[in-house]
């Protein structure tokens, strides 16, 4: 059969080459349907000036006056839908904040990396150079991810009231010396009971204040 004077073959052939261009073209990118991944971090219809750091774009003034009360002019990125006081839909505000950068915010507004391989039983007491993060709602000036110097902190599970448990009740036997993981220690005080009492009185003192801690230099629970 014919439709207008094109055989029906022809007109299939041309609707399988349209289909195929037109999967070609969403393929490639020309109506890509991809969400950017910041928009995770965005709640939607939320209010602008409470929306993450990674949210919006703002035109920060390195020039103020540090700890001081800032305003800055910000914009929402691109798929990001947001309202303000009054749920009205907006794409401009303004943000209040300390002037401050990243780095100069307290340990409350960011996240570090924990190191297991410094001693946090040492003197003097080791430090450690940590990867920080601000906090998703905190707003500073420059880089959000930073290094710091933070002191060891880690723990191994160890809990102080055990170790001075073993120590006064077992620890002629150098109960306490291989609870912490100290075998060497708890050998000697075992094969010397205990140094003749002396080395118990000593290690439950010296584990009572702290400064015996656990072997692989973890802080008690």
Not at 133 to 160: A, E, Q, S
Not at 194 to 219: E, H, K, N, R
Request: hydrophobic share 35%; proline share 5%; charged share 15%.
């Amino acid at each position: 059969m014919v439709a207008a004077g094109v055989p029906l073959g022809v007109l299939l052939r041309l609707c399988r080459v349209l289909l195929f261009l037109s999967q070609f073209y969403i393929l490639s990118g020309g109506e890509s349907t991809d969400i950017p991944p910041y928009v995770m971090k965005c709640p939607s219809n939320g209010l602008c000036s409470r929306l993450p750091a990674d949210c919006v774009e703002c035109r920060t003034n390195f020039s103020c006056v540090y700890g001081k009360p800032v305003t800055f002019d910000c914009t929402v990125k691109p798929s990001v839908t947001c309202v303000d006081q009054d749920f009205k839909s907006q794409k401009n505000f303004v943000i209040n904040m300390t002037c401050r950068f990243c780095w100069q915010l307290p340990e409350t507004d960011y996240e570090c990396s924990n190191s297991t391989s410094c001693m946090t039983v040492s003197c003097p007491r080791q430090r450690y150079t940590a990867n920080c993060t601000v906090r998703d709602h905190i707003h500073c000036l420059g880089n959000r991810t930073f290094p710091k110097m933070l002191y060891c902190n880690w723990t191994g599970g160890y809990k102080w009231s055990t170790a001075l448990a073993l120590s006064i009740t077992l620890g002629g036997f150098g109960a306490d010396r291989f609870y912490l993981g100290q075998w060497r220690e708890g050998l000697g005080k075992l094969f010397s009971f205990g140094g003749l009492g002396i080395w118990t009185l000593i290690d439950v003192l010296l584990i009572g204040v702290g400064y015996v801690g656990p072997a692989d230099g973890s802080l008690y629970i």
